[in-house]
């Protein structure tokens, strides 16, 4: 499997990760890649690509058992609303499809909001930059790597 530009950037930082493929659904979402690496879908962490009143993107972590709440994460930010991006313009922003979105090494550099609880886990399964592959890595060394903003967004 080729290097994705996640990968490359988590080697630059000297971040360790284990790598995890698996079969990728469509729409399948955190469901099916914690289904398939037969992990608990609560360690396997969307990135979601939003943008706010001003059609300004950030980058949302959380738990895949859980939903943002938009107007929470908006009020913590100190903005009026955020809101996820089209698929079309989510994939602008990151470089990545829709499915393989990583934070680590997106085309632009995205402020990054964190579910505060994340941090509190042992270990995390995380998207790798491609649909169907996912690294695994310690929630600190993602911290370490990103700076992310938390949260308390989760519902």
Do not use: W
Request: aromatic residues 6%; proline residues 6%; charged residues 25%.
């Amino acid at each position: 499997m080729s290097a994705t530009p996640a990968i490359h950037f988590l080697r630059a930082q000297q971040v360790p990760f284990t790598e995890h493929p698996y079969r990728y659904e469509e729409r399948g979402g955190t469901t099916v890649s914690s289904r398939e690496l037969g992990v608990d879908e609560h360690i396997v962490i969307k990135t979601l690509v939003m943008e706010d009143e001003r059609r300004q993107p950030l980058i949302v972590l959380m738990h895949g058992d859980r939903d943002v709440s938009t107007k929470n994460l908006a009020r913590q930010m100190g903005c009026k609303t955020v809101v996820p991006c089209d698929p079309d313009v989510a994939q602008k922003h990151s470089g990545y499809l829709v499915g393989g979105t990583s934070r680590f090494g997106t085309r632009k550099k995205l402020p990054v909001y964190m579910e505060r609880t994340i941090a509190d886990l042992e270990r995390i399964y995380i998207n790798g930059g491609r649909r169907g592959f996912l690294i695994a890595l310690a929630p600190e060394d993602l911290v370490r790597a990103l700076s992310p903003t938390l949260v308390d967004a989760a519902q």
